[in-house]
């Protein structure tokens, strides 16, 4: 056998971790999806399941949408939250249906702005009617109440906090406390003011976005987290009520590529 040099192989150690790397993170962190699921249900009678999808920055229909789509449909959710950055070009709105067309159309599904929709100059009435079209009503500081199974669930949908106009206070004026009160806002750091504002209305959860995990992160470090993250970067956040759950999301912005925040479907039994 061939002796190998201390250089050629140090050199060739290098070069396979930089390409394992690249693998990782053009690839595998993207398009791998880590699908995490949480039983949050305060009972086991009566149980609702949701899927939260976030930060899509959808450009086009790829084969891993399809899977995410068909691994939908396998779980029968009873509600689909899609929690902003769904589009961050007007020209996608298209592929966005394309993908929306292949889960179940008789789940129902609420969805709610991000910065992404506003910044990309997405035309969020032409984003509504496609929504409306696949059974999803796009909530801008606004709120919906629905019955399941014996219970009644209000979504309370607040507007994005950096790109447009969240308004807590507005979104739920009218409102009919429920059973069980979700809150979707993209931007984490807008629970705070959530906390603040909420008065007695009891809300079990928060339901947020947009920090990709940090979409690059060393060692759980995340060096950079885009405006309205604040503290949060990913997963639960308990230490005040409500509660709040941030997604990895789907997609990827600025930078194509994900490291140390591999993408992430959320599934919970409430």
Known sequence: MRKISRRKF???SVLTALGLIL???LWFEKYVI???YYDIAKSNDNKIKIIQISDLHFDK???FHKTIAKKINSK???LIFITGDSLDKPNNTEALNQFLELIDNSIQK???TGN???WGNVDLTELKQVYEANNC???INENRTVSIRNREVSVIGVDDLVGGNADFTKSIEDLTPSDTNIVLSHCPIYRDTITEQKGDLNIDLVLSGHTHGGQITLFGYAPFKPEGSGKYLKGWHKDVEPKMYISKGIGTSVLPIRFGARAEMVEMDI
Do not use: C
């Open 76 to 78: 029968k959710p009873d």
């Open 137 to 139: 009503q796009l909530l």
């Open 61 to 63: 229909l790829r084969y």
């Open 23 to 25: 693998l990782d993170s």
């Open 10 to 12: 140090v050199k060739g």
């Open 110 to 112: 609420y969805a709610i």
């Open 34 to 36: 880590d699908w995490n």
């Open 116 to 118: 992404w929709e506003y």
